[in-house]
Each structure stands twice: as structure tokens, then as C-alpha cells.
């Protein structure tokens, strides 16, 4: 299993070829049957503006951009945060941000608060502050319960998730049915259309950025896959290590919910998935698992639009109903190479 | 607390007294809880509405004093709005019901409204349900609410009006290529009226006809390239809120700017209207026909 640079570069190769390739075949897939060969005579044909070609460039392209950014920041983070809880069963949503987020979207719905700022809705930034403030609350906690106290930092994470969940019950059990419609699409995770390409821009840019950190810390992260007493052994400075990978993965995951709601399943199974086919090391296994968590998220958002067209489904629920049984076929097949410390 | 010079047998005696009294007010208030059907002194009837579009069959059929309870979204007509709050559709209070001392609670066919009027036949309070998902069952409720409250003849003039009315348009529109009409109502994410609706009906009964296609939800969320398969001629928006209007139409140019080739957007015709006309299937099914037709004929 050792990693060399060329079996690295191999395989995320493959990965990066395997997301274009489900980025080219689902551009073709909707409700609206498009030909591409339509779709290239331009925006304009016989003075009139070209359909085929406003739906695969207006509407398809960037909603699957989003999707792969999605992807991307929740399969990375969830290495991440599976590496510095050393928890199999963490996923970005650990910490509590999922319900931070909630309750950001659920009072932005409440206040009938419609505006927008640059494309993005009153919604998605209130999401985004919900999900900061409740990182920052749970790793405040979490420190002051001890340094590098994992426990102490799952325990707060629990408990204040389950906190704000209440929270969000109960405003959603005084909402009227229109708002709490509302908000429980995005809780289910919805990807839409209605992004200005410099928000896309500015996400992938982010996410890429966070990519390339967590990236660095992969060969910190390999050593704290032995436990943290034997990483200070050799000479890593675990908290230090900690904060930085918690406050990118979190960020990450701030921005990938604040785009598309919460879009359960990725963060839990990808980094799983790509640890038992591909290794443990994180080298290889936060940019493979960014990779293959877009292209899951682009897959599945196609699938939701067209399988009850023209009505479409949350991309959650088809995240966890077509990613659950997946990962069992592959943790079946893979059973042997489940283990967490890199050789 | 007892007094100092007060002795036991004195304490004693007037526990008795204050548990005779107590027991005597919860006789008498267990009666008036557990016969909430007794007639009032007057034997007038008291009747409770559990919804918007009942409340206003109630009125239309001149019941105005026999109203005793409304629901708190009952807006129409303004005399509604002084009558006692029995709760919510969704979140009907049963001490409120009670409250009122009906003689007769009409409800609609939902669950949360079916566990209220069981709960209520075991009181022993008459209770009416009412469905009312289509046209047809507007009519068929209106004659059983008017069978109920021994007004079958006003409920038989409101049928008639109502069913005039709907001719009327029908032959205005006979000859008029039909328009294709995406009705939304929410726009994050953005989900419209499906064809198993009233919404449809109403549409289709002016001369229109749904720009969304059968689907598996009553009302399906859609993405944006649906709205682009859709092609519609005209958007019609219901207002969330009685004083959403304004506010709604001035946001709709920006929200639907994305979707500038659609005909609808491209030549204007995105209307947002009034919501509490439109989406209650009440007895002013003609006047919500005429708003639709509205959005309809004007070029």
C-alpha cells in the first residue's frame, strides 16, 4: 500500500477524468431533451435566442459547477474531520453546523427576509452565519473543556446540535406551512439555478484554496491517524494541527451548506469510500475524496431533477438513497482494507 | 396557613366547606364542558368554522350571527375577522371549540381536522367534514353545508350564481387559442401548481391550460430548465400574504429576470395577485375566475 508520487498522480488523474466525464454526460441529461449539437450553433440562431443552448449554459453548467464545489468541500472536510476527531462516524455535519445552519435559514424564512447581495439570497447567508457562529461556539466549548480534548470537542458538538435542533422544532411548529415548506427542501438539500457566476467563481476558488491547506496537512493528519500521544511523539504540534483543519473544514463546510442546504451523506461516505478502495493516506485521500465527492454530487443532482420531471427531489435524498447502498456493495467487496494508519 | 388561636376541628371544618364549594364549581363546570351541544337559552344555532373557504360559505349563506368561531387565517369577510379564534387549520385548539358552545363544528377532510371532530362526537358535539378539493366539491360542500344549517335554498341560488358565472366565461372564451399559465406559488425553491389542483381547474376553466405537466406531486417543486420547458404565456402568482402584494410584484421583475426568453417574462405577463381569493375554493369562485381571466385576456 505505499503511496508512491506516481500512484498518486495516477489516481487523481483518474479521479479529475471521472468528474469531467460525469460532468459531460449529465450536461446532456434533463427534462428537456437538448442536443449538442443544437446547443453549439451559439447563443443566437436564426435571430432568435437558442434554447438548447440557454439550458446547457445557463442552467445546467452552472448548477453542476455548484454541485461539484458542493461535492468537493464536504467529501474534503469530512476526511478531515474523521482524521481529527478520529471518528469513523464523523461527517461535516459533526460539529453542529448542520443545525447552526438551520436555524440561520429557518429565521432568515420567518423574517420574510427576500433580499439579496451579489446573487446570494438573505437564506444562504444567513446559513453561512449560522453555520460560523456555531463552529466558533462549539470549538470554544470544546477548548474549554481541555486542549486537544477530542471528546470534550464531540460532547459540545452533540449537545449543541441537539440544542439548536429543538430550537428549529420549535420555531418550525409556530411557522406558517409555506415557510416551513420552504425550509425543509433546503434542509433536504437543494441545489438551484439561481447563481451569478461570480458567486461560483468566488466558491470554487474558496474550495480549491481549502483543497490545497487541508492538502498540506495531510502528512500532519497521517501521523494523528496513530492517535495524538504518539503524533506529539513525533513531533507534531497537535493542537496547532487541530485548529487549522478544524477552522478550513469548517469554513468549507459553512460554504457548501450556504449554497446548497445540507446535503447529507457525502461528508460520511466518500472519504470512506476512496479510504477503502484507495488507502488511508491523506495525501492522496483528501484531493481523491474532493474529486469523487463532486462528481457524486453532480450524479445525484441530475438524478433528482430528471427522475420525477418535471417536479424535481431534494439532491439529499437522492445522496443518501443511492450513496447508502453503494458504500455497502463496496465495504463488502473492500472489507479487507478497512483500517485507518497509514503503512 | 392556619391561624395561631385556630384549633384542628375549626381547620378541619373549613377544608369541608372549601371542597364542597370546589366540588360544586367542578360539577358545574364538568357539566358545561361535557354538553356542548346543549342549546343556549335562545336555541339559536352556534356554529364553528375550521376553515378560510367554510367561514366564508357560512357568511355567504348569511349565517353571519351563528358564526361563533372562526379559524385565525378567516379574513373574508371583514365581519370574520371579530368573531372568537377557535386556533388554526393546522393547529386547531379543542378547549377554543369548545369554548363557543356549538351546536354545529364544520371541518375539512384532513387529518388534523378529523381527529378534532372524533374528538368532538365524543362530547357529544354534531359535527359536519367537508371536502372541498374541486369545483365540483365546492357545490356539493356548499349544499351539504346548506342541508346542515337548513339553508338549502340560499346554498341552491349560490350554486346557481356561481355555475352562471363560470358559463358565462366559458362561452367568453370558446374561441381563444388556450394559454399556457405556470401558476407559482413559492419561488424558493420555486414550486407550482400541478395539474391534480383546483388551481388547474380554475385555469382550465377560463381558457387556459397548466404549463406543467402531470407529476407525481400536487404541487412539485421544479427546477429553473422546467420553466423553460414549460414555455409559458403568462406566471400568475398568488400573494403569500394579504400585504405581500406590492412587495411581491416589485421583487417578481428581478426573480424572474433569469428567465427572460420565456414568453411570460419576455412580454411581461407575470401577475401577482391576491392569494386569499385565489387559493381558497370558496364562494367567490367567481371573482377569483374573473382575476384569473384577467391575467389572461389583457395583451
Known sequence: MDLTPNKLWIRILAATAFLFAAIAVCLLIGSVPVSLFDALRGPTHDGQSNIPYEIIVHYRLPRMVLAAIIGAALAASGCVFQAILRNPLADPYILGISSG??????????????????????????????????TWLVWGV???????????????????????????????SIARADQVQTTMFWLMGSISEMQQVEVIAASGLLTAAGVGVLLRLGPSLNMLSFGADEAAALGLSVSRTCAAAFAVAALMTSLAVCLGGLVGFVGLIVPHAVRLVAGPDHRQLIPVSALVGAAFVVIADTVARVVVAPAMLPVGVVTAMVGGPFFLILLVRYMRNLHWQVK | MLNVGETTGDAFKRSVWVLAVMSIVLLFGCREQTNPTEPVADGAMRIVSMAPNLTEILFALGLDDEVVGVTRHCNYPPQALTKPKIGTFWQPDVEAVLAGRPTLVIAEDFAQQRQLTEQLERLGCATLTVKIETIAQLYDGILSIGQAVGRIEQAQTLISRLKAAQDVLQTSIADQPPLKVLWVIQRQPLRVAGTKTFINEMIEAVGGVNAIGPTVNVYPPISAEDVIAAWPDVIIEPANMPNSREAQTRSAGEFYAAFRSVPAVRNKRVYVIDGDLVSRLSPRLDQSLAEIARCLRQD
Open chain 1, 101 to 134: 445552519a438551520g436555524l440561520g435559514t429557518l429565521a432568515a424564512v420567518l423574517l420574510g427576509w427576500s433580499w439579496t447581495v451579489f446573487g446570494m439570497s438573505a437564506m444562504m447567508l444567513t446559513a453561512f452565519a449560522g453555520a460560523l457562529a456555531t
Open chain 1, 142 to 172: 470544546g477548548r474549554a473543556a481541555g486542549r486537544a480534548n477530542i471528546t470534550g470537542l464531540l460532547l459540545a458538538g452533540v449537545v449543541v446540535n441537539a440544542f439548536l435542533s429543538s430550537v428549529i422544532m420549535f420555531l418550525t
